[in-house]
């Protein structure tokens, strides 16, 4: 130890820091010009092949399609175009800027069939198109990548012609055999993606002849036009390459960024994307429509504070907001914020609802809840329009059955149960439950006071509150409750095991509910989710009958008889249908309210209605 | 020498696998188990698509086996000398080969990939937090030792023990609210590594028509600030306490007296002796900083929407995601037992009287 460490030594290890630090960065800065280069080379071929196209066409002395005829196909109501058109056709109608959204997270992947949030289902909208979309207003299927659909008599196969002139954003046409192919690969068993193959196993065969493409079933399913026609097309000359070994394969299974397709926006790196950094969609510039995307970029910050989400918000750097019901009251009264953005409440088509579902069978042996009367006692106890105002600040509509009344499964003559605290005591009497021994608490015949457990997920903040407000309004009828929060994954395993007395709730929807999995009285074993054991041979019939029903008149009055079963039998109480709260900037024009929601882009796999007028294009 | 290390290395085996079979076996007694979590985290999964899935990892991962099968498969997995797995399910020949963390069943993707998107970023951030706290801390230490009671040392005292009461969740959205708000101030970023479009700018600042922009490098910098800040600000109270009282120890050893009365300058007895001696404890807190900048911090990487270990490992303890917790588990534990190993042997380096034959 004879030298030692002096100020020279010192700015030596500095001075060598530095110099690995340069080093690094100039890593950082070469990796940067790769993927640069790699985009550059990507756009170079895409134009090269335009060019080579556009050369054949003129040496093949193609003629351009009459653009009049085309025009006037696309603001044809018929047309899945038509609303886009309309808001193309407006004076002030202009493109460019970017729509700025924002994650809570970021999705874990984005290649389709095996992406699972939703998160990668909302980026996967504007990228692959679906042979048929809705229109947002009357819900009716119009065509989209479809020309034309038809089903047979007996509803075993369906045959869409595919319109000519589809093209992925490579260039490369579109043709049934893409569509056939995106079906073989949903079935390979080494394609890591049994969800698809869960709903997909019922089509038998996928055949496709010339521009005709035709699904085949073995036995008739209601939802079948709206598997296949909603069925995102993948392309055949992109992800064909993974099925040709295993390994391959497994090379699918493990990309987070293979996302490609025929839609409004793509990914500018197709292949690259890895989850933590911003999904940023550019504008297809070979979009095959008629109307073309009018954000040049579509982008989703991941922001996962709630207070840093707002806080851009209000700097006006992202677009759109989310709010609860106390934060979206709260912001109405900032008038500077008010100035420059929109906000809308309204009822999702296919929003879904919450629940108290009341647990029938527990270790095997009946509950309390098994009597219809206790829970139609309960339902009279449950001040649905207290929960609405008090818990959602009004900014909710009570629910009295499973079916969004803005479709058409709802039966509307069936009124919904109001707060009715002495008619809930009768019914509990008639049920042989009385207070007994005069301590305020209704006890069963052999004297066991009425006593439930209420179990609903510890995270959210608004279950918390409805359910201390459920406890102060049953207590007045001599019942106790019991609150309690749980984890999810415990709330899962609660709901497997079936051990819980009642639980709190909510279920996703659709605009046409299935209601086999949730009451069919099959479905309460495990993997199903009739957990409360719920079973009424009528509903089970009807249920069956509706599912095989392919006229969509008969089948919705099948829906609605099932919904009055329902609704006498209350094997849950239904509670409410939350509104969505959003905050948009004023900038956009055309945020409409419609039928289905929003017209948000994305929602109906068509290029966006909205747009940002020239003079307040920011980006 | 040598064979100590080589006797330390071979303890680490049974360590491991000791922390390994406890991780397992709380995991695994964890209520939920790993079905459920199929739906946790995707809530708009259909019941028919879960019980699909279940069905698939079952078959794949033999997630139905008993618990002490599925924890042999797993040690064999990981280890570099084992069976190798064949893609499908079945399982090769027994050799070398490449060690596997397993797939989250959560997220999903391999643990590896997982483990591989958040750790350059919490280097970074740790990188670049631990020698500020250090310096920081080391500065402030001596002077408050050298100045004892004096204004210096009871003002720095004071500020420390403050900012290391302040919760770093609170200080983050207050700093959000005030620095990163156009309502405020808007100095700074509020989420993130980089502003959007930052990916086609130039590395360093240049000129553009609409006047200078920052480019990646200083745009990069400038989101790492609020960060950064929110890391170091509580690391300060407790290194420099450490410091402090290291010097104090020593400014009054026989050795610092003996050098005074050489007729040494009180700078020359501080900076020359008393300090190269004062470190020698901070070298065992030193011990925890390899382990230590793998471990992100849950709190400020949600505030700041920045997705790194702290997230990762809290997600997956939530979401019961077993393979992640035991690998970044094994991982960590791998490294805090190496860096006690590496201290152990600075020991011996440094301090001529420690021997381990």
């Known amino acids: ?619 | 020498m040598a064979s100590y290390i080589i006797r330390r290395l071979l303890l680490m085996l049974p360590t491991l696998f000791g922390i390994s079979a406890l991780v397992f076996a709380v995991m695994a007694m964890a209520p939920g188990g790993i079905g459920a979590n199929l739906m946790s985290r995707s809530g708009d999964m259909r019941p028919e698509e879960r019980q699909a899935m279940m069905a698939y990892y079952n078959e794949r991962y033999g997630l139905d086996q008993p618990m002490p099968v599925q924890y042999l498969r797993w040690l064999n997995n990981i280890s570099p000398l084992g069976f190798e797995s064949l893609p499908g399910g079945g399982r090769g020949e027994f050799g070398l080969k490449v060690p596997d963390l397993g797939t989250s069943f959560v997220k999903n993707r391999p643990v590896l990939d997982l483990i591989g998107d958040a750790l350059p970023v919490t280097l970074l951030l740790n990188l670049l937090t631990i020698p500020l706290v250090f310096a920081g801390s080391i500065i402030m230490g001596v002077y408050t030792a050298r100045f004892r009671d004096g204004a210096i040392d009871v003002g720095i005292g004071t500020a420390n023990l403050a900012l290391w009461s302040i919760p770093a969740i609170w200080m983050g959205v207050l700093l959000i609210g005030f620095l990163a708000s156009e309502q405020y101030l808007k100095w700074f970023p509020t989420s993130g590594l980089s502003t959007l479009g930052s990916g086609s700018w130039t590395f360093l600042p240049e000129r553009t028509a609409d006047g200078w922009r920052p480019g990646y490098l200083l745009d990069l910098l400038w989101h790492l600030v609020l960060p950064v800040f929110c890391l170091t600000y509580s690391g300060f109270a407790f290194l420099t306490k450490l410091t402090r009282s290291s010097v104090l120890e020593n400014l009054q050893a026989d050795y610092a007296r003996t050098a005074r009365a050489k007729g040494l300058s009180e700078s020359a007895v501080l900076w020359q002796h008393v300090f190269r001696n004062s470190l020698l404890p901070l070298m065992t807190v030193a011990a925890t900083i390899l382990p230590g900048l793998l471990i992100g911090s849950v709190i400020v990487e949600s505030i700041f929407s920045i997705d790194g270990m702290g997230r990762l490992v809290v997600e997956a303890v939530q979401m019961r995601d077993r393979e992640t917790v035991l690998s970044i588990t094994l991982i960590t534990g791998l490294l805090t037992l190496a860096s006690y190993l590496v201290v152990d042997i600075c020991y011996a380096l440094a301090d001529p009287r420690v021997s381990y034959d």
């Open chain 1, 1 to 619: 130890m004879g030298k030692r460490f002096s100020a020279r030594d010192l700015l030596l290890i500095l001075f060598l820091g530095a110099i690995l630090v340069s080093v690094w960065l100039a890593m950082v800065q070469i990796d940067r010009q790769w993927v640069f280069i790699r985009e550059t080379q990507q756009k170079l071929d895409g134009q090269t092949r335009d060019i080579a196209e556009i050369r054949r066409q003129l040496r093949d002395g193609v003629a351009v399609a009459g653009r009049s005829a085309q025009d006037a196909a696309a603001t044809d109501p018929g047309s899945g175009f038509y609303r886009a058109a309309l808001a193309e056709a407006r004076d002030d109608y202009a493109r460019g800027d970017w729509l700025v959204n924002a994650f809570p997270s970021s999705p874990q992947r984005l290649t389709p069939t095996i992406s699972t949030d939703t998160y990668a289902s909302r980026v996967q909208e504007q990228v692959l198109d679906t042979l048929l979309t809705r229109d947002p207003e009357s819900l009716e299927w119009l065509p989209l990548l479809a020309a034309s659909w038809s089903v047979s008599e007996d509803g075993l196969s369906y045959r869409f012609r595919i319109r000519p002139g589809a093209r992925f954003s490579d260039g490369e046409p579109l043709t049934a055999a893409d569509v056939a192919f995106t079906y073989r690969f949903i079935m390979d068993e080494r394609i890591a993606t049994p969800r698809f193959r869960a709903y997909y196993g019922r089509i038998a065969e996928v055949t496709a002849n010339g521009d005709e493409v035709v699904f085949r079933l073995d036995e008739p399913y209601y939802g079948a036009l709206e598997i296949a026609g909603l069925l995102p097309i993948m392309a055949e000359h992109f992800y064909g390459r993974y099925l040709q070994s295993a390994e391959a394969a497994e090379e699918f299974n493990n990309a987070t960024g293979l996302l490609f397709g025929s839609g409004p926006y793509k990914l500018a790196d197709p292949v690259n994307w890895t989850p933590g950094q911003a999904v940023e969609l550019i504008r297809n510039e070979r979009y095959w429509g008629r109307v073309q995307p009018s954000f040049d970029r579509v982008i989703w910050k991941i922001i996962s504070n709630d207070a840093a989400n707002l806080t851009e918000f209000k700097n006006g750097d992202i677009d759109t907001y989310n709010a609860r019901p106390l934060n979206y009251r709260n912001l109405l009264a900032d008038e500077a914020l008010m100035s420059r953005v929109r906000h809308f409440e309204y009822q999702d088509a296919r929003g879904g609802y919450t629940f108290i579902a009341w647990n029938q069978r527990r270790d095997g042996k009946p509950t309390w809840f098994a009597d219809r009367r206790v829970r139609e006692a309960m339902t009279y106890l449950t001040d649905r329009q207290r929960v609405v105002d008090e818990v959602f600040l009004g900014y909710a509509e009570t629910a009295n059955g499973p079916f969004n009344p803005l479709g058409p499964q709802n039966n509307v003559a069936l009124a919904t149960r109001g707060y009715d605290p002495d008619r809930a005591r009768a019914l509990l009497a008639e049920a042989g439950f009385e207070d007994r021994d005069g301590d305020g608490v209704i006890e069963s015949a052999d004297g066991e006071p009425f006593r439930i457990s209420l179990t609903y997920p510890s995270a959210s903040d608004d279950y918390k509150r409805l359910v201390l407000l459920l406890k102060d309004l049953y207590v007045t009828a001599g019942v106790i409750l019991e609150p309690e929060p749980t984890d999810w994954p415990l709330l899962l395993k609660a709901i497997d095991d079936k051990t819980f007395d009642a639980i709190s709730l909510g279920w996703s929807s659709d605009f046409e509910v299935d209601l086999f999995q949730f009451f069919h009285s099959s479905q309460n074993g495990p993997g199903g989710d009739n957990f409360v054991s719920y079973d009424n041979p009528e509903l089970d019939a009807v249920i069956e009958a509706a599912r095989v029903q392919l006229d969509e008149n008969a089948r919705m009055a099948l829906w609605r008889s099932a919904h009055e079963m329902i609704w006498q039998d209350q094997p849950y109480t239904f509670l409410l249908r939350a509104s969505r709260l959003d905050f948009i900037d004023a900038r956009i024009a055309n945020v409409e309210r419609v039928r289905a929601g929003l017209n948000r882009p994305g929602l109906w796999r068509m290029p966006t209605e909205w747009y940002v007028p020239v003079a307040l294009q920011r980006h």
